[in-house]
């Protein structure tokens, strides 16, 4: 059965911080790793990520995902109030398009 | 990026009634998928909605609970019946138009309150 892990389960930095969020993963046949963002009810898309070591950035966000280790990181950096939420991470596998999803990491930016 | 619109946004209904949620995508997709989470979790597949046959059911979930539907390629339901206050969540529907190797999208999700 396909597991996805998240850690920490809690964050809570200042605005300006820079931060790292872990996700760890047990899937068969893998196909990608994603990224979320949910702040109230839908989760927003942030990143896919298929291949080792190739990093993807977004402003402020990047990603990049270790295939051997079967891990990704998620960094935010000069962190805002808006930045506030669940980042959720999910994998699929090859043959089968649901995803799978962590628990999640909730976020708290504080002013 | 994709549009899916889900509604009803939210509902507070009474235990023992159905309540049937929409899923319309912009675009035709092969598969669409419901997922549940429940208060403090994360999301929990339900089922899978393949147009053209029946869904399927992830472990935990059965048909006669969450009847769900696939009339044709954008369009999806699921039903939550015979309500109890522990089917209190939000309901997500979801789909990846672009196909299985790009990302997928989110309805804008059903806050469920069963009193």
């Known amino acids: 059965e396909d597991k996805v892990v998240q850690s920490p389960l809690s964050l809570v930095v200042h605005e300006g911080d820079t931060v790292t969020l872990n996700c760890s993963y047990e899937v068969t046949n893998f196909r990608s790793l994603l990224w979320y963002k949910q702040e109230k009810k839908a989760p927003t898309f942030l990143f896919m990520l298929?291949?080792?070591?190739i990093e993807k950035k977004s402003g402020r966000l990047s990603s990049i995902l270790d295939k051997k280790e079967l891990f990704s990181i998620l960094n935010i950096t000069a962190t805002q109030t808006g930045d506030s939420a669940v980042y959720l991470c999910?994998?699929?596998?090859?043959?089968?398009?649901?995803?799978?999803f962590g628990t999640g990491t909730r976020l708290t930016i504080i002013p | 990026s994709a549009v899916i619109s889900q509604k009803p946004s939210r509902d507070i209904c009474q235990r023992g009634t159905s309540l049937t949620i929409q899923c319309q995508v912009d675009s035709q997709v092969t598969m669409m998928f419901w997922y549940r989470q429940q208060p403090g979790q994360s999301l929990t597949l339900i089922a899978t909605a393949n147009q053209g046959s029946e869904a399927t059911y992830e472990s935990g979930f059965v048909i006669d609970k969450f009847p769900i539907s696939r009339p044709n390629l954008t369009f999806s339901t699921l039903t939550v019946s015979n309500m109890s206050p522990e089917d209190s969540s939000i309901y997500l529907c979801?789909?990846?138009?672009?196909?299985?190797?790009?990302?997928?999208?989110f309805g804008q999700g059903t806050r469920l309150t069963v009193v």
């Open positions: 979801s789909a990846a138009p672009q196909g299985p190797d790009t990302e997928a999208f």
């Open positions: 999910a994998v699929s596998g090859f043959g089968n398009e649901k995803l799978t």
């Open positions: 298929t291949s080792s070591g």
